[in-house]
C-alpha cells in the first residue's frame, strides 16, 4: 500500500466520522466533530495496522485484521457506554443514539481502512437517513399508538375515579 492510498483512507475516515459528528454537534449532542473524527480514525490507523500483519509468505494475515476488528468493536462500547445516561426518578434513558453512532462511526472507520469505500458511502448515507427521518418517524408513530388523545386520557381519569 503506497502513502497516497494510506492517505486518502485516513483522511475520509476523518471526513466521515467528522460528519456524523457535525450532525450530533448541531444537535446539542455530547459527541461532535473532533470525538467522532478521532473515532474514526483510530479505527481506520487500527485497521490499518492489522492489515501489515504479514505473515511468512508476505500475505496480509486475514486472521490479525479479523482480531483488529474484534477489539476495536468491542472497545468501543466503553465509549458509547459513557454517554449513556439514565435520569433519575423516571424509566428515562438517553444517549442511545449518540452511543449508537460512536459505534457506527467506528464502523465506518474500519471500512476506510480496509478501502471499502462503496460500503462505506453506503452505510454513511443511511445513517444520515437515519438521524434527518428517524425522528419524525419515532414522534408519528408516538402520537398514533402511545400518546392518547386529551379527551381518552380525561375520560379513563373519570372512569378510575
Same mark, same amino acid.
Given at each position: 500500500?503506497?502513502?497516497?492510498?494510506?492517505?486518502?483512507?485516513?483522511?475520509?475516515?476523518?471526513?466521515?466520522?467528522?460528519?456524523?459528528?457535525?450532525?450530533?454537534?448541531?444537535?446539542?449532542?455530547?459527541?461532535?466533530?473532533?470525538?467522532?473524527?478521532?473515532?474514526?480514525?483510530?479505527? =481506520?490507523?487500527?485497521?490499518?495496522?492489522?492489515?501489515?500483519?504479514?505473515?511468512?509468505?508476505?500475505?496480509?494475515?486475514?486472521?490479525?485484521?479479523?482480531?483488529?476488528?474484534?477489539?476495536?468493536?468491542?472497545?468501543?462500547?466503553?465509549?458509547?457506554?459513557?454517554?449513556?445516561?439514565?435520569?433519575?426518578?423516571?424509566?428515562?434513558?438517553?444517549?442511545? %443514539?449518540?452511543?449508537?453512532?460512536?459505534?457506527? %462511526?467506528?464502523?465506518?472507520?474500519?471500512? =476506510?481502512?480496509?478501502?471499502?469505500?462503496?460500503?462505506?458511502?453506503?452505510?454513511?448515507?443511511?445513517?444520515?437517513?437515519?438521524?434527518? =427521518?428517524?425522528?419524525?418517524?419515532?414522534?408519528?408513530?408516538?402520537?398514533?399508538?402511545?400518546?392518547?388523545?386529551?379527551?381518552?386520557?380525561?375520560?379513563?381519569?373519570?372512569?378510575?375515579?
Amino acid at each position: 500500500m503506497d502513502y497516497l492510498d494510506i492517505l486518502l483512507r485516513l483522511t475520509v475516515s476523518v471526513l466521515v466520522g467528522g460528519l456524523i459528528g457535525l450532525d450530533r454537534n448541531l444537535h446539542g449532542k455530547p459527541t461532535g466533530i473532533r470525538t467522532l473524527g478521532l473515532v474514526s480514525l483510530g479505527a =481506520c490507523v487500527l485497521t490499518l495496522a492489522g492489515a501489515n500483519f504479514l505473515t511468512g509468505d508476505g500475505q496480509a494475515d486475514a486472521s490479525a485484521v479479523s482480531r483488529v476488528i474484534q477489539g476495536l468493536v468491542t472497545g468501543i462500547g466503553f465509549l458509547g457506554s459513557g454517554v449513556i445516561i439514565r435520569d433519575n426518578g423516571s424509566d428515562r434513558v438517553r444517549g442511545l %443514539t449518540t452511543a449508537a453512532s460512536i459505534w457506527i %462511526t467506528a464502523i465506518l472507520g474500519i471500512l =476506510c481502512g480496509m478501502g471499502s469505500w462503496q460500503i462505506a458511502a453506503i452505510a454513511l448515507v443511511l445513517v444520515f437517513l437515519l438521524f434527518v =427521518c428517524g425522528k419524525p418517524i419515532e414522534r408519528a408513530l408516538h402520537r398514533r399508538w402511545l400518546d392518547k388523545p386529551e379527551k381518552e386520557k380525561q375520560a379513563i381519569t373519570l372512569h378510575e375515579e
